[in-house]
């Protein structure tokens, strides 16, 4: 599924009435009917609707749906939130159609009468077609009255386009929001939509088509909503007479005392997710609490100093462990110090596998993040969470997740990567800017290990011959999905990384044999 931001939303809206000649009116008579069109869906073909409106042309949306669900001899309620005077264009044409008796006006705040709460209390259904996605400032005043008397009703919500006090692109909550329980937005989901926390308010959410030229709608600029549509089809079917050497051997370097769980499920976990073969590399003197915790992952000792901590006296051995490898996975438990940190950074400069880096790998680049322009390999995966891309970027969380999409393409653009932005709804982006948002996965994935399992999985699609994209892509996807089927069967509460690691194969299954 396409998303695009309010911007884009925006221009094709214009081109519709500007260039194709197709009247305002016409497309909001369109998104009052596709929303009418859902209200007898989902309540049925009689009942009471309280439209609660704005001055703009969401309430003109909402005007439609007033006057054809009088037609369809529903009880109707509409309140305005402005003066009669504020309301113009085709929202004012849409207002002078619905019956004057069914219209209460409430422009100042405290103006919503009891006999306005007492019709919000009663409603089958109450549509919120207030704010839109055009807004970008806090609610105040009558409006955020309304929004708290809507979401206190505990009656069903129907919003257009999106629900008020949600930035469309963005996905904030500006102020207070309504909780919908079904959205109803035209011509393409919005990115306010998907992300968090907007998704959360959003309800389901339904796409419908107003009539924007096809043309028009194919050439929007947007992203990819990960879904099993999506990435099923980039699922290599495995030849009958393959063998192990045909799906790739990965090398792993990580773990340090304390942190060999990371080193294991990142290594597991590439052999979960389909590779040939999987060397370990890990501090010698860790090599044989390794070799207890995995079974079909190879092990090589690095030189350690007897520390438990690999620096760049093992750069050498290294450099041996490359040949016949075709990826690379760097970072899960390898530490921060400053002997393990110059490693790294000699790695990124010094190797041209593809590689992923995670977790410690990750902190060693923002000790140096100019690292990044002097790296070797032409294919580098960055697998950060929120507080690893501060780190990255030297700014804080709530500034990185404010806009993760823009954050995310940015940075891969800048440094020539391609960057998985871990979370709740996980952004994808490459260094020509592309971007995707992944649909998968669930709240019991916020433990620890998880973005080991991760790493694991992604280097095990590059070294099986997946391009860097469909790597990131379909990992992403496929570990929220395993994950997904952990859900299904045990709950979101309790869920360990180990139990999504066992699951990789089902879920392979899953999106093979899926219809």
């Not at 915790?293 to 350690?304: A, I, N, Q, R």
């Not at 992944?438 to 391009?467: C, E, F, H, K, R």
């Amino acid at each position: 599924m396409k998303v695009v931001t309010v911007h884009t939303m925006q221009e094709l809206d214009a081109q519709a009435i500007d260039e194709f000649g197709i009247p305002g009116l016409k497309l909001m008579e369109k998104a009052g009917q596709s929303c009418v069109d859902t209200i007898i869906a989902e309540f049925g073909p009689r009942g009471r609707a309280v439209i609660i409106a704005g001055k703009g042309n969401n309430g003109g949306d909402g005007y439609v749906i007033a006057r054809l669900l009088c037609q369809a001899e529903w009880s109707v309620f509409i309140c305005v939130l402005a003066e009669r005077s504020l309301i113009s264009g085709d929202a004012a044409i849409n207002l002078d159609r619905v019956p004057r008796e069914s219209v209460a006006y409430c422009p100042q705040e405290g103006q919503l009468s009891a006999g306005c709460r007492d019709e919000i209390s009663r409603a089958d259904v109450i549509v919120d077609a207030m704010l839109g996605t055009g807004l970008s400032n806090d609610v105040s005043g009558v409006y955020r009255e309304a929004i708290e008397v809507i979401n206190a009703s505990g009656r069903p919500v129907l919003a257009v386009d999106i629900p008020s006090g949600i930035h469309g692109t963005t996905g904030r909550v500006l102020g207070d929001a309504v909780r919908a329980t079904v959205t109803v937005t035209f011509a393409f989901a919005k990115l306010g939509h998907v992300l968090y926390p907007g998704a959360e308010y959003t309800g389901r959410l339904i796409v419908a088509d107003i009539g924007i030229p096809a043309d028009l709608m194919e050439a929007a600029h947007g992203y990819d909503l990960l879904n099993a549509e999506i990435i099923r089809p980039l699922l290599h079917r495995r030849d009958r007479q393959a063998h192990k050497g045909d799906f790739g051997h990965c090398l792993v370097i990580a773990g340090s005392p304390g942190k060999t769980g990371a080193a294991s499920l990142c290594a597991n976990s590439a052999v979960r997710a389909g590779s040939g073969l999987v060397t370990l590399a890990v501090a010698e003197s860790l090599h044989g609490i390794l070799e207890t915790k995995t079974t079909e992952v190879m092990t090589v000792p690095l030189p350690d100093s007897n520390s438990g901590f690999v620096t760049s006296n093992a750069f050498p051995t290294i450099e041996k462990l490359l040949n016949g490898k075709d990826a690379l996975a760097l970072g899960p438990g390898l530490d921060r110090r400053p002997g393990t940190t110059a490693l790294v950074q000699t790695i990124v400069e010094s190797i041209a596998l593809p590689m992923v880096i995670d977790a410690d790998g990750l902190n060693a680049l923002a000790d140096d993040i100019t690292i990044l322009r002097r790296k070797k390999s032409a294919t580098i995966i960055l697998t950060p969470h929120p507080g690893e891309m501060a780190r990255l970027l030297g700014t804080s969380i709530p500034d990185v997740e404010a806009v993760r999409i823009l954050v995310a393409q940015e940075f891969a653009r800048n440094f020539g990567v391609y960057l998985v932005l871990k979370g709740s709804r996980t952004i994808i982006a490459s260094p020509a800017g592309t971007a995707a948002i992944n649909s998968s996965g669930n709240p019991g994935m916020a433990s620890g290990g998880m973005g080991d399992v991760l790493t694991g999985i992604i280097v095990s699609l590059l070294g099986q011959g997946y391009s860097a994209w469909d790597a990131c892509c379909l990992g992403v996807f496929i570990h929220g999905y395993a994950a997904d089927l952990v859900a299904k069967e045990k709950g979101e509460i309790g869920i360990c990384a180990t139990d999504v690691q066992e699951k990789l194969p089902y879920a392979y299954k899953g999106l093979m044999t899926e219809d």
